[in-house]
């Protein structure tokens, strides 16, 4: 029997897809219905507004971690965290920064797959140009009335697709 991740390539071989946990705007909560979202996964995206260091070495127990900087991410810690990075995974380009309207380059130009991006704390993903958008939403402190959410990336079939995890919550934190 074939794990859930796996698939057989068309020469008949089994072939792994790549998940990627996709994280943001934690704001320094990292909620236990988060880590079990993400648990599984090969590779952590936080994008930015992580709030405490703390955040980043628990996530780190799941799998290896790249973060960028968010506007709230002012500390010393957070000095070391980039405002954009770029990972190249299973052949797919992901370019990630907090803010999307901060986005100074053509995604499908310079040859991005996936922009990886939080700060709007609202889940969304769209494919614009061949190019994926994808907003996890936010995992911290619940925001308004938006919902509290993680993100996945599937890499497979040379592709890559994107999954929204609504968070069903077991304990209420205060909004902000």
Do not use: C
């Not at 901060?102 to 922009?115: I, M, N, R, W």
């Amino acid at each position: 029997m074939m794990e859930r991740n796996q698939r057989r390539s068309s020469r008949g071989k089994i072939e792994k897809a790549i998940l990627i946990g996709v994280i943001s705007d934690t704001h320094g909560l990292l909620r236990p219905e988060a880590i079990e979202a993400l648990r599984g996964s090969e590779y952590i995206i936080h994008a930015g507004d992580v709030g405490s260091p703390e955040i980043l070495e628990q996530l780190s127990a799941i799998g290896p971690v790249t973060a960028v900087r968010g506007n709230v991410d002012k500390g010393p810690w957070s000095r070391n965290l980039p405002e954009t990075q770029v990972l190249e995974l299973g052949g797919i380009s992901i370019y990630v920064l907090h803010d999307l309207s901060q986005l100074d380059l053509k995604p499908e130009a310079a040859g991005f797959s996936v922009v990886v991006s939080g700060h709007s704390h609202a889940p969304k993903q769209e494919t614009r140009e061949g190019v994926l958008y994808f907003n996890p939403g936010s995992a911290g402190p619940r925001r308004f009335r938006l919902p509290v959410s993680v993100g996945r990336l599937v890499l497979e079939h040379g592709g890559v697709r994107g999954e929204i995890l609504q968070l069903a919550l077991r304990e209420t934190t205060a909004d902000f």
